[in-house]
């Protein structure tokens, strides 16, 4: 029997790169539009008394190049900050899609932030014009950082706007993006806002990636034919205002979980135009350039598949 590999946070985080990172989603979230994707909702556990919950989100995925047979198995403890460690724990079975063999443990919180941010990348580029000038992020976490990392990779922004609920933290992040961007240029491209209403008003594009519970985002801030991708997921909470999903074009990225998860958008009367991967795969079509598009980015299976796959690949690649 072969043996099983284990790869770590920081084996991951040598490993990947946005190129592979933003085609392996591709094909997941095309996958879902033609009959390649077998998954279904995640299940969540709530664990006792407490707001912690223990998920898991399995399926497989069929492609030469990025498919893959995996469960994702991972912990939400919100209290964790306390102990100064992450909210989020996961990592993803890897199964051998001939025998159901357990190939790999891949540690994947990481894996989580960049499949996340490219499937932004994707819904971005599949939904919204060329004109992309300045992207606004709320939200300095794990995902506003990698967002704003996949977004200076993949697009050709002049400005990233970034804002956060404490204004020291997106200072701290926009700091060490800028740094790690181009240590000599005077004219930064990621700059720390204060005001929501300021850091979104140029906005071509808006990315929400945050946890709290309030709603940030009011339509009479917004530009004439955004885009905006909301990556936060609660069944109750949104961050987006309401008058912003009813006068969008709202793509979703998969109708199981959206059956499931998406409830409360549903209660506003809004119908969802369909799956980004209907748009890739031209079985319906993006909005026109003047109306608002939304992708509410739920994070689906086999998006953690193609990525498994993706790393497992370079790893035995790269270890012989
Ligand atoms: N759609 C998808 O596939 C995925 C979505 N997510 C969602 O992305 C969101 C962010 O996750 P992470 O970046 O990993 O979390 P994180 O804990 O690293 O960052 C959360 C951010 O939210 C901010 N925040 C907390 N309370 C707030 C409030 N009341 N108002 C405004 N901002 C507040 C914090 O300052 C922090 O910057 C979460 O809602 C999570 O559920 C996470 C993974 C995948
Ligand atoms: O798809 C995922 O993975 C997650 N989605 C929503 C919340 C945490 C992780």
């Known amino acids: ?24 989603i591709k094909c997941a979230l095309e996958s879902v539009s033609k009959e390649r994707a077998f998954q279904d909702k995640r299940s969540a556990i709530k664990l006792g008394n407490t707001y912690n919950f223990l998920f898991s989100m399995c399926g497989g995925l069929s492609d030469k190049t990025y498919g893959g047979l995996g469960c994702k198995l991972f912990t939400y403890f919100p209290e964790n900050f306390r102990k100064n460690e992450p909210a989020l724990k996961a990592n993803i079975f890897l199964l051998d899609e001939e025998t159901g063999s357990l190939k790999a443990v891949i540690a994947a919180a990481h894996i989580t932030d960049w499949r996340t ?102 339509l009479e801030w917004l530009k004439k034919g955004v885009h905006i991708n909301a990556v936060r997921v609660n069944p109750v909470y949104r961050e987006l205002e309401d008058d912003i999903y009813k006068s969008s074009d709202v793509y979703i990225d998969y109708w199981e979980g959206a059956k499931y998860e998406l409830e409360g958008i549903k209660d506003l009367g809004v119908e969802f135009k369909g799956q980004i991967g209907d748009v890739i795969a031209r079985v319906i079509a993006p909005p026109s350039s003047d109306r608002i598009s939304v992708f509410q980015s739920l994070g689906m299976p086999v998006e953690d598949c193609a990525v498994a796959r993706l790393v497992y690949d370079l790893h035995i690649a790269s270890n012989v």
């Open 117 to 218: 941010a490219a499937a932004s990348a994707v819904a971005t580029k599949y939904l919204h014009s060329e004109n992309n000038n300045v992207l606004a992020i709320l939200g300095a976490g794990s995902q506003g950082k990698a967002h704003a990392m996949a977004f200076k990779y993949l697009f050709n922004f002049n400005k990233i706007n970034i804002w956060n609920r404490t204004t020291e933290r997106a200072k701290n992040v926009v700091d060490e993006l800028n740094q790690n961007n181009d240590n000599t240029s005077a004219n930064k491209v990621f700059v720390a806002y204060d005001s929501i209403k300021e850091c979104v008003k140029d906005a071509d594009v808006i990315v929400t990636a945050t946890s709290g519970n309030e709603t940030l985002l009011k």
């Open 1 to 24: 029997m072969a043996s099983i590999v284990y790869i770590s946070e920081n084996r991951v985080r040598e490993l990947l790169n946005w190129e592979e990172t933003y085609k392996s």
